[in-house]
């Protein structure tokens, strides 16, 4: 009797595990739109949209929600989102095409494109070539960069200041996500062929494609943003003062197009998502070969995953790896299947595009609300809709995800509120404080005290610091920068050398081989 109920048990659970059809997943439907308008509503998400691709087919689009925050102009399958560092896909397929016409190759060192370039790791900088740079394995700290491009750092600022960034890994032993290296990849691109990055995606992707409403940088929205309050565009959102705002377009999130340049509609999304499932074939023909597919969607290093990632949980997915401009995982509990796909966030936009070849399977999601640091919500309906599929129980995604996020949170702040209880200390006089600093990347900042205030003045803009224990004060990045949200926290800490001379450490302006602005003056 054990025995036939075990062997029951394990039909009804390959059951459980069929592949869905087409007609299965239309009647899931209505229940999925249920659950995506209470995960829009818990994170406040002006609008989304999502595209479901399945056997070759566009089987499901939908919108929610508005183009812009406290208007009643809806989303529609037409309207345009920024999708961040999910333009890394549209590059990398790129950069295949000019590998197999020999234009590049994977090896090509990124020197003979990029003289200019210095690296403060020898080996590094005598070895790197192209692939290094889309596979996030230089060994750069991560994220590298990002803090230079949120001040709006020029191509040409961003690549004189790479030398005094100190390695935080050998070279190609570590996983380290990066955007400022595909940012190189591109310049690299648009070098080697004389064209630029809108020019090659319009002539290699959009028009073949049938791409209507797709663009690459913020030129291209322009027409629809500037004095059009009604134009077909996904207006930014993030957090500010607790409330949900409307942000603007800002140029410098363009800087590097091949990295998170591209705006598609979810009809554009969906065609792109298709042309990848489709292994890259469009209306019978194919754009590259197939040892090249197999070459681009196999490991290149392990992406080392920590069990607290949360796009990356750890109940769901296991060995992750990043390929060539996209990521690879195991899905699943026990059983497990290949998951391929790609996120993007920054300044009040998210994306995901995912598929799994096995099941002929994909999901696009938009979202004009995000930064990664706000915004999980394209990965809880991912979740979402896959547990649904292959039948896998026992998690609410909502809660996991957007109520960790909102634990972390409160346990930070708090926890920095308990140690300034515990430790309580006055600060100096303000006039000690005061003064020029320096740093090799970020240049000058002035420390003023005026009125017994304390305020940073860097490219313009006057910064209030508010002080938070001894030496140890605050300011809100997002004076700093309006890509930076509420969430974001930037401790301003001055510390005495050995000399007894005050340096100081911003955390948003922390890169490079010291952390530390030194006092000159």
């Known amino acids: 009797m054990i025995f036939f109920r075990i062997i029951l048990l394990f039909f009804f659970f390959i059951l459980s595990l069929e592949a869905k059809t087409k007609a299965d997943i239309q009647r899931f439907m209505p229940l999925f739109e249920a659950q995506i308008q209470k995960i ?20 499901y689009t939908k919108t929610f929600g508005v183009k812009e925050n406290g208007t009643d102009t809806p989303i529609n399958d037409e309207t345009v989102f920024q999708i961040a560092s999910s333009s890394k896909l549209l590059l990398t397929f790129v950069i295949a095409q000019l590998v197999e016409e020999k234009v590049l190759s994977w090896d090509t060192p990124v020197h003979n494109y990029i003289p200019e370039l210095e690296l403060s790791d020898k080996t590094a900088n005598e070895k790197i070539t192209l692939i290094d740079l889309i596979t996030h394995r230089v060994g750069l700290p991560p994220f590298t960069g990002d803090m230079m491009w949120h001040l709006g750092f020029s191509p040409t600022e961003f690549i004189k200041s790479l030398k005094y960034v100190k390695f935080k890994a050998p070279f190609r032993e570590k996983y380290a996500y990066q955007n400022s290296m595909f940012a190189l990849a591109g310049i690299m691109v648009e070098r080697a062929t004389n064209k630029s990055i809108e020019q090659l995606f319009n002539e290699r992707i959009f028009k073949p494609l049938n791409m209507e409403q797709a663009s690459v940088g913020m030129d291209a929205l322009k027409p629809r943003f500037f004095g059009f309050k009604k134009a077909n565009f996904a207006f930014p959102h993030d957090i500010r003062d607790g409330k949900v705002y409307t942000k603007s377009l800002m140029p410098h999130m363009y ?20 042309f990848l499932m489709s292994d890259y074939t469009h209306n ?25 990632d949360l796009q990356f949980a750890k109940e769901r997915f296991s060995k ?12 699943g509990p026990n059983v497990k299947t ?58 609410n995604w909502l809660e996991r995800i957007h109520g960790t996020e909102v634990k972390w949170r409160s346990d930070n702040k708090n926890h920095r509120i308990l140690n300034r209880l515990h430790y309580p200390t006055a600060p100096r006089n303000f006039d000690d404080y005061a003064g020029v600093y320096t740093h090799k990347i970020f240049g000058n900042v002035t420390v003023d005290h005026k009125d017994g205030k304390l305020n940073i003045i860097y490219k313009g803009k006057n910064i209030p610091l508010t002080h938070w224990n001894g030496d140890e004060f605050e300011m809100q990045p997002n004076n700093l920068d309006e890509s930076y949200n509420d969430y974001d926290v930037c401790p301003v800490y001055f510390q005495l050398d050995e000399k007894g001379q005050f340096k100081l450490y911003i955390a948003n302006m922390s890169e490079g081989m010291s952390p530390y602005f030194e006092k000159v003056q």
């Open 338 to 395: 290949k998951l391929f796909g790609h996120m993007g966030g920054f300044n009040g936009v998210r994306s995901y595009f995912g598929f799994i070849p096995s099941e002929n399977i994909g999901i696009v999601i938009l979202s004009n609300y995000g930064s990664m640091r706000v915004s999980l919500m394209p990965e809880v309906i991912r979740y979402t809709f896959l547990d649904w599929y292959f039948g896998f129980k026992g998690i």
């Open 255 to 274: 800087y590097f197009p091949g990295s998170s340049g591209v705006n598609l509609s979810i009809k554009d999304a969906a065609k792109w998502l298709n």
């Open 40 to 59: 829009k509503e818990d994170y406040r998400a002006p609008g989304l949209a999502i595209a479901i691709i399945k056997n070759g087919e566009v089987i």
């Open 284 to 308: 019978g023909k194919q754009y590259l070969k197939k040892e090249t597919i197999e070459f681009l969607r196999s490991p290149k290093i392990a992406a080392n995953i920590s069990d607290h």
């Open 320 to 331: 992750t790896s990043y390929d060539i401009g996209i990521f690879e995982s195991q899905y």
